[in-house]
């Protein structure tokens, strides 16, 4: 796995423990970073604070192209899967949006479950082609 992948990983374990826990993501890095032999890498933590601070914007995104499913009703890991794939697809602009896609597929292979990866591909799929639209 890269570098970026594995800090892709990392940032969707951060997101995932937050919520789980109702704690500020960034607070669950610090402690990460202080309390166990886990690297964060500067990309998941770019990863961490560019979706902790357009969460609201991404689960818009998510929530309006997901067609009939509410974020509540996803499953945690494919939500936060989405939210980083989602946020590189839109917001990070050194990554082409083919590879945000396919790293999220990828995640989604790893982490969740069987129909995961296919609703994630769909979804950013979806955004992807909005894009223009969105952020014009």
């Given at each position: 796995m890269s570098a970026r992948g594995k800090a892709r990983r990392r940032a969707v374990e951060i997101l995932f423990e937050a919520e789980q826990r109702s704690e500020d993501a960034r607070e669950v890095m610090e402690r990460r970073r202080m309390h166990s032999d886990s690297?964060?890498?500067?990309?998941?933590?770019?990863?961490?604070?560019?979706?902790?601070?357009?969460?609201?914007?991404l689960d818009e995104y998510l929530e309006t192209y997901s067609q009939g499913w509410t974020l509540e009703r996803m499953p945690a890991v494919d939500r936060n899967v989405l939210r980083v794939g989602a946020w590189?697809?839109?917001?990070?602009?050194?990554?082409?949006?083919?590879?945000?896609?396919?790293?999220?597929?990828?995640?989604?292979?790893?982490?969740?479950?069987d129909d995961s990866p296919r609703f994630v591909n769909?979804?950013?799929?979806?955004?992807?082609q909005m894009k223009p639209t969105l952020l014009g």
């Open positions: 690297q964060v890498s500067p990309y998941a933590e770019e990863l961490v604070l560019g979706v902790t601070m357009r969460r609201g914007e590189e697809l839109l917001f990070n602009d050194d990554v082409p949006d083919g590879v945000a896609v396919a790293e999220a597929v990828s995640l989604a292979k790893e982490l969740a479950g769909g979804l950013l799929g979806r955004l992807q």
